[in-house]
C-alpha cells in the first residue's frame, strides 16, 4: 500500500515539475490550458544558432512559465531564413528535449493541443483530409475525358463528395490559433 502511493505521489510530483498550468487572456476572454500539453509557437524575426530568421517553429510542453518568457522541452524547432531571392528552412530535431527559451515578446502565434499523441493524429487527419481533397478534384475533373453524360453527372458529384469530405476532415483537425500579435484579436499571457 505504502509503494502505491508513493508511486502516485512521484507521479504526481513529476508531472507538476515538468509542465505548467498556462492561462491567456484576451479581452474578457480567458483561457486556461492543462499540464502535460503540447503547443506550437510561431515566432517571429528571431534568431537561433547565430543566425537571423524571419520565423520559428518551435513544438513542445512548457516547463517554467514566467511574465516575460517560456521555457519548453521542444521536440522539434524549424526556423525559415530568407536571405534575398532564397529561402532556406531548416529542422531542428531534439531527441532528448532540450530546454528552449521563448520571449514572450517575440511570440506571433501559439497553438494547443492536448498532448503529443492528439497533436500527431490531427496532423494524420489533415493530411488524410487534404488528400482527399486533391483526389476529389481529380475524379470532378476527369468528366472532361467521359464522353457518357451520366458518367460525367456522377464523377461531378462523387468528386464533390470527396472534395467536401476532405474539407470537413481537414476543418476539423486543425486547432485553434492564439494570435500575440498582428491581428485583430490578441492574446496575453497572465
Not at 524549424?78 to 531571392?85: D, M
Request: hydrophobic share 40%.
Amino acid at each position: 500500500m505504502q509503494k502505491t502511493i508513493f508511486l502516485l505521489a512521484m507521479l504526481f510530483a513529476n508531472n507538476m515539475c515538468f509542465s505548467q498550468q498556462i492561462t491567456i487572456t484576451s479581452g474578457s476572454k480567458t483561457k486556461t490550458f492543462q499540464p502535460g500539453s503540447w503547443y506550437i509557437i510561431k515566432t517571429s524575426d528571431v534568431s537561433i544558432n547565430s543566425q537571423r530568421s524571419d520565423r520559428i517553429y518551435y513544438e513542445g510542453a512548457f516547463t517554467r512559465i514566467s511574465a516575460d518568457s517560456l521555457e519548453m522541452h521542444t521536440g522539434t524547432v524549424k526556423a525559415r531564413n530568407i536571405v534575398g531571392p532564397i529561402t532556406v528552412e531548416q529542422d531542428y530535431v531534439y531527441n532528448a528535449k532540450a530546454l528552449t527559451t521563448v520571449a514572450v515578446r517575440d511570440i506571433r502565434y501559439l497553438q494547443h493541443y492536448k498532448s503529443k499523441k492528439t497533436y500527431e493524429s490531427k496532423k494524420s487527419w489533415n493530411i488524410a483530409g487534404g488528400i482527399l481533397i486533391l483526389t476529389g478534384a481529380f475524379t470532378a475533373l476527369d468528366f472532361i475525358i467521359v464522353d457518357d453524360k451520366e458518367s460525367r453527372k456522377e464523377l461531378l458529384v462523387y468528386g464533390g463528395i470527396q472534395v467536401g469530405a476532405g474539407i470537413a476532415i481537414a476543418a476539423l483537425s486543425s486547432s485553434k490559433k492564439h494570435y500575440f500579435k498582428e491581428n485583430e484579436r490578441v492574446w496575453k499571457m497572465q
